[in-house]
């Protein structure tokens, strides 16, 4: 294991080098697509130690270097205090790389053991603890963006489980307005494939933190619907990446919702965007 993340090649075909280049262009599109970063942006990049936020402050660090504007990045771990949880590894690999970073401790999973009982679902109470320190620290570090690594995946699996289990066509936003209006939080992976992220992850040789300290059972509901996804694309190639189309292709006037749109002013000779064809 390497604390400074080199690339490295898979093989002489340059593979690995290819699959760099297209999360870097994923990351730049959805940086540009969804005017993720702006001049002047002080970007905190939240950091687990998993795949998915190592590579996220990697590509951002090298799309910096080339970006038209001038942007800060500061890392930002929370240490929940979970048992087992390697403390040094994070600091050690910031430090190697450089970049401004800053370490949260917080014992969160002492507060969430005390208050849930035995044998019930831990990660409500415990994502919400994180999400308000995430925001605090944010402001104290004086970051205006906050950067999170959730990816393609993430999105199309919070899609099914809010159809699921939610009844809401509802997915995860590439980026959002926290609930006070202080910070933006942004998405820069959301074009970037599960799959791809694994692998630039094992060739940058990471130093991955297991993510099952606490215990718990991540999300068995998100467990599934991951399942489900894995069986589909194996059976119909591609089938996650037409859905994920599908979630910028939204028609309001073929789905029910009377708040998107006006059928009850409806009238004849109206203009709809999607005419009466394709698959009524
Ligand atoms: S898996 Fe553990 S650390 Fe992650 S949200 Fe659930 S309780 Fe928290």
């Known amino acids: ?64 270097k080339r970006a038209p504007i001038d942007f800060r990045i500061v890392a930002m771990n929370l240490d929940q205090k979970q048992p087992g949880f390697p403390a040094d590894i994070l600091p050690g690999y910031l430090k190697a790389l450089g970049v401004e970073y800053h370490i949260e401790t917080q014992d969160t999973y002492s507060i969430v053991k005390e208050k849930i009982p035995e044998g019930k679902t831990t990660c409500s109470l415990c994502s919400r603890l994180r999400r308000g320190i995430i925001y605090k620290v944010a402001g104290e570090l004086g970051a205006n ?60 040789e990471f130093p991955i933190i297991p ?9 068995l509901q998100r467990q599934n619907i991951k399942e489900m996804l894995t069986n589909w694309e194996r059976q119909y190639p591609g089938r996650s ?11 309001p006037s073929h789905l029910l919702d009377g708040t998107l749109f006006d059928f009850k002013g409806m009238q004849m000779g109206q203009d709809v965007a999607e005419g009466d064809v394709v698959f009524d």
């Open 1 to 64: 294991m390497t604390l400074i993340a080199q690339p490295i090649q898979f093989d002489h075909s340059g593979n690995f080098n290819k699959l760099k280049n297209r999360l870097e262009h994923q990351v730049g599109k959805a940086i540009f697509d969804f005017n993720m970063i702006e001049e002047g942006d002080s970007v905190m990049v939240c950091l687990s130690g998993g795949k998915d936020s190592y590579t996220l402050l990697d590509i951002l660090l090298t799309l910096r």
């Open 211 to 219: 993510c099952n300290l606490c215990g718990s059972q991540e999300n």
């Open 241 to 251: 990446q037409t859905i994920f189309t599908a979630m910028q292709n939204v028609a």
């Open 145 to 204: 963006k906050i950067a999170l690594g959730h990816h393609r995946d993430d999105m199309i699996e919070t899609l099914f489980l809010n159809m699921f289990f939610a009844g809401k066509l509802k997915a995860m936003p590439p980026k959002l307005v926290t609930d006070k209006g202080d910070h933006i939080v942004i998405r820069p992976l959301a074009y970037c494939v599960e799959k791809d992220i694994a692998r630039y992850a094992r060739g940058m």
